[in-house]
Each structure stands twice: as structure tokens, then as C-alpha cells.
């Protein structure tokens, strides 16, 4: 099972992106789905969840402002972001539990995508 995140990049503080994260492989279905970032010199923090049934929860710094999606026929997630700050500059990763065709349900980790938001 892989996960591909992609969409990240250089953006004007206001601006908006879209992530996307994108599951391949043996999967059975995914359960909860996550971004995650990290800023530099930051510890890695948990920006927004949902549930294969859609319930969503976000880190109050991003409330209002971002909103996580999934389209489970095509295993992807989303996550919108808009009002972008300058200090919401980080490596943004994706992760999901995954209940896997064959094996064990296994947590997994996207490869990180850069936003950068400029002043």
C-alpha cells in the first residue's frame, strides 16, 4: 500500500491550496484518514481527521479555514485550504488506516508535500 500526497507549493498569505492524497494497493477499505504537518524546528501535529463515514475534526487553528474530504470509491483525500498564514508553512503528510486486502490493518504515511506562504 502506498500513499501519494500531492498539490503543495508557494502561495501568497490569503491564498488558497488543495492537498490531495491518493491510496494505492491492496486495499480492503480505509478507516480514519488524517493530515498531519510540520513546520521547521516544530514537532509534528495532527491538522484534521476523518472517519470512512465522514466525520471530520480539525486542530483549532486551522477551524474555518481548512476542510478535509474523501472520495472512498477512488481511495483519495483531500484537504482545502484557504486564508492561508504564513504560519501554516510546513511539510504537510497524509496517513491512513488502512484494513488491507490480504494481512493485517497497517497505518500508513504519505511522502509530505511542501506549502510555503508567503507574507
Known amino acids: 500500500v502506498q500513499l501519494q500526497a500531492s498539490g503543495g507549493g508557494l502561495v501568497q498569505a490569503g491564498g488558497s491550496l488543495r492537498l490531495s492524497c491518493a491510496a494505492s494497493?491492496?486495499?480492503?477499505?480505509?478507516?480514519?484518514m488524517n493530515w498531519y504537518r510540520q513546520a521547521p524546528g516544530k514537532q509534528r501535529e495532527l491538522v484534521a481527521t476523518?472517519?470512512?463515514?465522514?466525520?471530520?475534526n480539525y486542530v483549532d487553528s486551522v477551524k474555518g479555514r481548512f476542510t478535509i474530504s474523501r472520495d472512498n470509491a477512488r481511495n483519495t483525500m483531500y484537504l482545502d485550504m484557504n486564508s492561508l498564514a504564513p504560519e501554516d508553512t510546513a511539510v504537510y503528510y497524509c496517513?491512513?488506516?488502512?484494513?488491507?486486502?490480504?494481512?493485517?490493518?497497517?497505518?500508513?504515511w504519505g511522502q509530505g508535500t511542501l506549502v510555503t506562504v508567503s507574507s
Open positions: 496517513n491512513a488506516l488502512v484494513i488491507r486486502a490480504w494481512g493485517p490493518t497497517q497505518n500508513y
Open positions: 494497493g491492496s486495499i480492503f477499505s480505509i478507516s480514519f
Open positions: 476523518i472517519s470512512s463515514g465522514g466525520n471530520t
